[in-house]
C-alpha cells in the first residue's frame, strides 16, 4: 500500500525567502505525483502535476521535481510572499484497485509580512 | 466551464439520518471519486467511479454509496449518518487513465450530531 509523508508539518519563514517543501513515497510505481495547495475552509487547487517519466514541472515561482528511484519529490517556492501561506499537499497516483490518489498530510506554510 | 461542482456547502445531521451529497463536473471526464478529509489523517478515497455504471470502493467505504448514472453526476449518499462520518467531503474528477491531474470540488462540511 502507498504510503506518502511530508516534512515538515509546519514552517514559517520570512517574506522573500526561497523555500523547499519535501514530499517522500514508498511505492515508485507511480503514474504521476500532483501538488496541490488548500487554504483554509477551502478546497485543493492543483498546482503542479510530474508525469512519472518527467523529472521536473515549473510553473512562475513553483517547481517541482521528482526522483521516481528515491521515492521523493521537492517542491521548490523562490521569493515567497505572504499570499503563499497555506497548506502544501502532495499526493501520488499509482492505479491499482483503489483507483485514486494517495496523500501526504500536507505542510502549513506560513509567509511572515 | 464550472468544473467540479458540490452541494451542498455545509450540513448538519442527527444520527440515524439519510442525506446525499451532490457533486457534478462539465469536464466530460471518465473518472470521479469522493474523498474525506480530517485533521490529522489527511484525505483517504470513499469511492470511485472510471465511468458511468462502474463504481468500486475505495480505503474507506464503510457507511457510504454511491452510484453512476450519469457522466456527470456522482452523487455520495450516507443512509444512516454516524458521528463518525463527521468530515469535509471533496468529489474530483480527472481524463481516463492515469497521466492526468485531477480537479477537486470546493467540498462539503458535514457535521452529524
Given at each position: 500500500?502507498q504510503?506518502?509523508?511530508?516534512?515538515?508539518?509546519?514552517?514559517?519563514v520570512?517574506e522573500?525567502?526561497?523555500?523547499v517543501l519535501?514530499?517522500?513515497?514508498?511505492?515508485?510505481?507511480?503514474?504521476?505525483?500532483?501538488?496541490?495547495?488548500q487554504?483554509?475552509g477551502?478546497?485543493?487547487?492543483?498546482?503542479l502535476l510530474?508525469?512519472?517519466?518527467?523529472?521536473?514541472?515549473?510553473?512562475?515561482?513553483?517547481?517541482?521535481?521528482?526522483?521516481?528511484?528515491s521515492?521523493?519529490?521537492?517542491?521548490?517556492i523562490?521569493?515567497?510572499?505572504?499570499?503563499?501561506?497555506?497548506?502544501?499537499?502532495?499526493?501520488?497516483?499509482?492505479g491499482?484497485?483503489?483507483?485514486?490518489l494517495?496523500f501526504?498530510?500536507?505542510t502549513?506554510?506560513?509567509?511572515?509580512? | 466551464n464550472?468544473?467540479v461542482t458540490?452541494?451542498?456547502?455545509?450540513?448538519v445531521?442527527?444520527?440515524?439520518?439519510?442525506?446525499t451529497?451532490?457533486?457534478?463536473?462539465?469536464m466530460?471526464?471518465?473518472?470521479?471519486?469522493?474523498?474525506?478529509?480530517?485533521?490529522?489523517?489527511?484525505?483517504?478515497?470513499?469511492?470511485y467511479?472510471?465511468?458511468?455504471?462502474?463504481?468500486?470502493?475505495?480505503?474507506?467505504?464503510n457507511?457510504?454509496?454511491?452510484?453512476?448514472?450519469?457522466?456527470?453526476?456522482?452523487?455520495?449518499?450516507?443512509l444512516?449518518?454516524?458521528p463518525?462520518?463527521?468530515?469535509?467531503?471533496?468529489?474530483?474528477?480527472?481524463?481516463?487513465?492515469?497521466?492526468?491531474?485531477?480537479?477537486?470540488?470546493?467540498?462539503?462540511?458535514?457535521t452529524?450530531?
Amino acid at each position: 500500500k502507498q504510503e506518502v509523508t511530508q516534512i515538515p508539518a509546519a514552517l514559517s519563514v520570512p517574506e522573500g525567502e526561497n523555500l523547499v517543501l519535501n514530499c517522500s513515497f514508498t511505492d515508485s510505481a507511480i503514474y504521476n505525483l500532483q501538488w496541490f495547495r488548500q487554504d483554509p475552509g477551502k478546497g485543493l487547487t492543483s498546482l503542479l502535476l510530474i508525469q512519472s517519466s518527467q523529472r521536473e514541472q515549473t510553473s512562475g515561482r513553483l517547481n517541482a521535481s521528482l526522483d521516481k528511484s528515491s521515492g521523493r519529490s521537492t517542491l521548490y517556492i523562490a521569493a515567497s510572499q505572504p499570499g503563499d501561506s497555506a497548506t502544501y499537499l502532495c499526493a501520488a497516483y499509482s492505479g491499482g484497485g483503489a483507483d485514486g490518489l494517495t496523500f501526504g498530510k500536507g505542510t502549513h506554510l506560513i509567509i511572515q509580512p | 466551464n464550472a468544473g467540479v461542482t458540490q452541494t451542498p456547502k455545509f450540513q448538519v445531521l442527527k444520527t440515524g439520518q439519510s442525506m446525499t451529497l451532490q457533486c457534478a463536473q462539465d469536464m466530460n471526464h471518465e473518472y470521479m471519486s469522493w474523498y474525506r478529509q480530517d485533521p490529522g489523517m489527511g484525505l483517504r478515497l470513499i469511492h470511485y467511479s472510471v465511468g458511468a455504471g462502474i463504481t468500486d470502493q475505495g480505503e474507506v467505504p464503510n457507511g457510504y454509496n454511491v452510484s453512476r448514472s450519469t457522466t456527470e453526476d456522482f452523487p455520495l449518499r450516507l443512509l444512516s449518518a454516524a458521528p463518525s462520518q463527521t468530515s469535509v467531503y471533496f468529489c474530483a474528477s480527472q481524463n481516463a487513465g492515469g497521466y492526468n491531474e485531477q480537479f477537486f470540488g470546493p467540498g462539503t462540511r458535514l457535521t452529524v450530531l
